[in-house]
């Protein structure tokens, strides 16, 4: 069982935006450990989405956010389209467990 | 462009020692990052298995910690997993990846990835 949560799953329509929340608690997130996140297409690698305060590798588009509040964290995914089908993960750092943790993961259904 | 190449035996037999090995091109392994272990199991989430700096120092998984080991060969740009005791429970694909060193210590984000192997484990 990850110490960070995500939902199962979120739906939305073409064009709409979501969110995908990612809880942690204050030995993770709230300790101020940055929070990042992977998109992993089906059947492929886990990619880089955003790193640190929202940060994006190049070639991802600015539809995809990430912020920060407390002991939670959340992407956004504005103008949603089909090619964003997949599952969606956050990680953090713990220091009670003392290493890199990812989240359950998201699959987000356009 | 960093690529990450993972290689290695697909079927480890209960009780056996796991051996993969990710090769790194297109940066040294001398750079300043932390070379990272992650697996997946068939149908699950991400699990963080371990990392190495260039100098040799590493960090493990806890629950993973009595059984595994992550070195790295500077000549052949190269660092590898071993894992051992293996049961049906480690059956999963192996990732290794380049781990970023953050601004702030222990905020490390992992890219690229290699392109995962099927580790089975079966007899």
């Known amino acids: 069982q990850s110490v960070l949560t995500q939902p199962p799953s979120v739906s939305g329509a073409p064009g709409q935006r979501v969110t995908i929340s990612c809880t942690g608690s204050s030995s993770n997130i709230g300790a101020g450990y940055d929070v990042h996140w992977y998109q992993q297409l089906p059947g492929t690698v886990p990619k880089l989405l955003i790193y640190g305060k929202n940060n994006r590798p190049s070639g991802v588009p600015d539809r995809f956010s990430g912020f920060k509040s407390d002991t939670s964290a959340s992407l956004a995914i504005t103008g949603l389209q089909a090619e964003d089908e997949a599952d969606y993960y956050c990680?953090?750092?713990?220091?009670?467990?003392?290493?890199?943790?990812f989240g359950p993961g998201t699959k987000v259904t356009v | 462009q960093v690529q990450l190449q993972e290689s290695g035996p697909g079927l480890v037999k209960p009780s056996g020692t796991l051996s993969l090995t990710c090769a790194v091109s297109g940066d040294s392994i001398s750079s300043n990052y932390w070379w990272t272990w992650v697996r997946q199991s068939p149908g699950k989430g991400l699990e963080w298995i371990g990392e190495?700096?260039?100098?040799?120092?590493?960090n493990y998984n806890p629950s993973l910690k009595s059984r595994v080991s992550i070195s790295v060969d500077k000549s052949k740009n190269q660092f590898s997993l071993q894992l051992t005791s293996v049961t049906a429970a480690d059956t999963a694909v192996y990732y290794c990846a380049r781990g970023i060193v953050g601004a702030t210590a222990s905020s490390n984000w992992f890219d690229p990835w290699g392109q995962g192997t099927l580790v089975t484990v079966s007899s």
């Open positions: 190495i700096y260039e100098s040799g120092s590493t």
């Open positions: 990680q953090s750092f713990d220091s009670l467990s003392g290493f890199y943790v």
